[in-house]
């Protein structure tokens, strides 16, 4: 079932691109931009990424932390946030267990991983479910309704 907003963000685990395991029980109490993408190194995923990265400032002075997920594997980030100069964390989901807990649909008539952005509260309330094939307005949108916490 997908997340709503006003829902809590599920509790998760997965790896980073480092191989670190994550828990997001450790980002209790921080707003949190949680995003989920199609496939490293491709155009727009790269727009979504590199508009998160040039603003990761803004969005850290905030309090927030901004996590990127998509089915690619760890060494794909590692590549990926390597060539762009990525400062966020980057997480694998090959088994898409974290894009089922938060319900994000396929685009493409199914057959392409989605691309939607939740936003939630210190208190792991989601205030922003953004879905949209467009990458830059994401970031956008997530730092808007932060600035309005």
Do not use: W
């Given at each position: 079932?997908?997340?709503k907003?006003?829902?809590?963000?599920?509790?998760f685990?997965?790896?980073?691109?480092?191989g670190?395991?994550?828990?997001l029980k450790?980002?209790?109490g921080?707003?949190?931009?949680?995003?989920f993408?199609?496939?490293?190194?491709?155009?727009?995923c790269t727009?979504?990424a590199?508009?998160?990265?040039?603003q990761y400032e803004d969005?850290k002075a905030?309090?927030?932390?901004?996590?990127g997920?998509?089915?690619?594997s760890?060494?794909?980030?590692?590549?990926?946030a390597?060539?762009?100069?990525?400062p966020f964390?980057?997480?694998?989901d090959?088994?898409?267990?974290?894009?089922?807990?938060f319900?994000?649909?396929?685009?493409?008539?199914g057959?392409i991983?989605?691309r939607?952005?939740?936003?939630a509260?210190?208190?792991?309330?989601?205030?922003?479910?953004?879905?949209?094939?467009?990458g830059?307005?994401?970031?956008?949108?997530?730092?808007e309704?932060?600035?309005?916490?």
């Amino acid at each position: 079932m997908a997340l709503k907003v006003g829902d809590r963000i599920p509790d998760f685990t997965g790896t980073d691109s480092n191989g670190n395991h994550f828990d997001l029980k450790k980002y209790t109490g921080k707003p949190l931009v949680i995003y989920f993408y199609p496939k490293d190194d491709t155009r727009v995923c790269t727009e979504q990424a590199c508009s998160f990265r040039d603003q990761y400032e803004d969005f850290k002075a905030l309090g927030a932390e901004v996590i990127g997920v998509s089915g690619d594997s760890k060494e794909s980030h590692i590549a990926f946030a390597d060539k762009y100069k990525l400062p966020f964390i980057l997480l694998s989901d090959g088994d898409k267990k974290i894009r089922k807990a938060f319900g994000v649909p396929n685009d493409y008539f199914g057959l392409i991983p989605g691309r939607a952005t939740y936003v939630a509260d210190k208190h792991g309330i989601v205030k922003l479910i953004f879905d949209s094939t467009s990458g830059r307005i994401h970031m956008e949108k997530a730092l808007e309704i932060l600035k309005a916490f």
